[in-house]
């Protein structure tokens, strides 16, 4: 007689029914261990509102990864994508994240133990370069984002948080064996990180599925000192304490709300001079004179439904779309109140007396959001770029790209959220590497900082309105057909193999198809795609990989991510992509059929 199987648990029934579904929607291609990993780190790191890229550029699984499947380190709440960059506090936080998610039952001791292995000697600030024989490059590359951002800001002893998240589909609690080295694992990373808040997270299916449910809420409640001033018009004028308006900006943890402020087109500016007057303003405490609210320009939100009740405003989907540096200013000052032991919460006493003044305006019109947010955002200096965001030409790449049936996240995580496929978005800056690759001849910058795209004055350049918008398109199609191509090749594995070319190979493949060393957009807007088949990109990676030959023999570097990211390499490129032109025919071999 064959026993029954025991039934599957509630749990995994549920959150396999979940996984299921999602993938189908987002990531059919997809295998169900990569969906689980996907979908986990977006789970676990829900509150840091990750896009889909952000979350793939940060998994490192495959051979050689230490135990590790995705890594991310955040400074102040910011993910850090680009070390070149880094604008921090004056009491800086940063965060890493370790993820570690397998799909199957049960915490396992050799997961734990392979963390033990090498994560302690990942985290060293001195990096041991033997490193390289047992972890893999991308791995490696995560943590010296880390240590590139750590040691940027050690001079103002930032607080430093690192979490190991391990997620599998468990519904026990680990053994004792699992939890021993548990314990363990956070001793040794406590010994060489003695300041730092340290925490080994096991996360099993119920918890998976109760953070899945656990949505940003999307109505929040202002608190006000008194009732608000209303014109015939709309909108709403208030005075809210310091300590409420924290309240507001903040989620239980003390955290601030990183999505509400997704529509402001200012990135926060550091210690200008500015943001220093804010502070000083501020730590002069509730008995000084003047008020704060006399001195500061205030903030602006809006929301699609603001609903008044007495001194209270409830705010469905609030952006704070102007005042980030003073919200900013006003987040670090009651942190740091914190640090000092001081209780901040809905009693506080401190911030009650000073006063900020609020406008917050209803409106679910995305033309007349981009004009409040111009005007508001235009009487002191703020990028083009960022401005640009918000204007007609980023609507007019969204609209013709949706006519492609590919929907443009000019709003970050705004087709994400609507369960969109994941083949189907673009991200802004997935755009601009493209563009900045094959227009602008720039893979090495695509590749090492693709931030300064988004900045003055290349971002007036990636995205100029003299650009055609077949362009933009085939220059995004001309990088994904060279990702799928490379996703194929024997030779290429893994994702940091493919980052270390792609950009390259797309640039090159580019030239070779219009013939032409720097191609005209008006070139690439007409460009046949049907060309770049797998003969041809094959044909037109062996030349990059000559001329990265030629590169490594030259410069004595042979780091392939060092190369991807110098200029030599492009240069190289470049050098003999004009060669062609000038001086020689182009060879026939790897010019595409007419």
């Excluded at 998610?101 to 997961?111: D, H, M, N, P």
């Excluded at 740091?336 to 001081?342: D, E, F, K, S, Y």
């Excluded at 971002?459 to 933009?472: D, I, K, M, N």
Aim: glycine share 6%; proline share 4%; aromatic share 6%.
């Amino acid at each position: 007689m064959v026993k029954n199987a025991l039934p599957t648990p509630n749990e995994i029934l549920l959150l396999d029914t979940r996984l299921r579904k999602q993938k189908k929607e987002t990531y059919p291609d997809l295998t169900d261990d990569e969906y689980f990993l996907v979908s986990s780190v977006d789970t676990l790191l829900r509150v840091k509102g990750l896009s889909s890229r952000q979350i793939e550029d940060g998994i490192v699984e495959g051979g050689n990864d230490g135990g590790i499947d995705a890594v991310y380190v955040f400074i102040d709440g910011h993910l850090v994508e680009d070390t070149t960059d880094i604008i921090a506090n004056e009491s800086p936080q940063i965060e890493l994240e370790v993820i570690q998610a397998k799909a199957e039952r049960g915490f396992k001791e050799l997961a734990i133990q392979r963390l033990l292995d090498h994560l302690p000697l990942l985290l060293q600030l001195d990096a041991d370069p033997e490193l390289g024989i047992e972890i893999n490059p991308q791995v490696l590359e995560r943590f010296e984002s880390f240590r590139a951002t750590y040691l940027a800001v050690a001079d103002k002893m930032p607080d430093l948080t690192i979490t190991v998240r391990y997620a599998t589909k468990s519904v026990e609690p680990p053994n004792e064996k699992v939890q021993a080295k548990v314990d363990r694992l956070e001793r040794k990373i406590k010994t060489d990180y003695p300041n730092a808040a340290v925490f080994v997270d096991l996360v099993g299916a119920s918890v998976l599925n109760a953070r899945t449910r656990d949505r940003k809420s999307a109505t929040l409640n202002l608190r006000l000192t008194e009732g608000p001033i209303s014109s015939e018009k709309g909108g709403l004028i208030c005075l809210v304490s310091l300590a409420d308006y924290y309240q507001f900006i903040t989620n239980g943890q003390n955290r601030l709300r990183d999505e509400i402020f997704e529509e402001n087109v200012r990135d926060f500016e550091g210690n200008t001079l500015i943001n220093r007057g804010i502070a000083d303003s501020l730590k002069q405490g509730d008995s000084a004179n003047p008020d704060f609210w006399w001195l500061n320009n205030g903030v602006t939100i809006l929301g699609r439904r603001v609903q008044p009740s007495g001194k209270r405003l409830d705010i469905e989907d609030p952006q704070i779309v102007n005042g980030l540096q003073t919200s900013r200013s006003v987040y670090q000052y009651f942190h740091n109140l914190i640090r000092q032991g001081v209780t901040v919460d809905g009693n506080s006493a401190e911030g009650r007396v000073r006063q900020l003044l609020v406008r917050v305006i209803e409106t679910t019109d995305d033309a007349v959001a981009a004009q409040i947010i111009k005007a508001t955002n235009s009487q002191n200096r703020v990028s083009a770029a960022n401005l640009r965001s918000a204007e007609p030409f980023q609507r007019d790449i969204e609209e013709y790209f949706k006519q492609r049936a590919l929907f443009y996240e000019r709003k970050k995580n705004h087709y994400k959220n609507l369960g969109k496929s994941r083949r189907q978005i673009v991200e802004v800056l997935e755009l601009a590497q493209a563009v900045g690759s094959i227009l602008r001849q720039q893979p090495n910058i695509a590749r090492r900082m693709p931030s300064a795209l988004l900045r003055d004055p290349e971002y007036g350049r990636v995205f100029s309105t003299s650009t055609p918008l077949e362009a933009y398109y085939n220059c995004l199609q001309i990088v994904r057909i060279t990702d799928k191509y490379l996703s194929l090749q024997g030779g290429v594995t893994g994702r940091h193999d493919r980052s270390n070319i792609r950009f390259h190979l797309a640039r090159s493949a580019a030239s070779f198809a219009l013939v032409s060393s720097r191609p005209k957009a008006s070139a690439v807007a007409k460009l046949d795609l049907s060309i770049l088949d797998d003969a041809f990109l094959k044909r037109v990676q062996e030349w990059v990989l000559v001329a990265r030959n030629a590169t490594e023999k030259a410069t004595g570097i042979s780091d392939a991510s060092i190369l991807a990211k110098g200029s030599e390499w492009a240069s190289e490129i470049d050098r003999r992509l004009s060669r062609y032109t000038q001086k020689v025919r182009w060879p026939k071999a790897l010019i595409a059929p007419r």
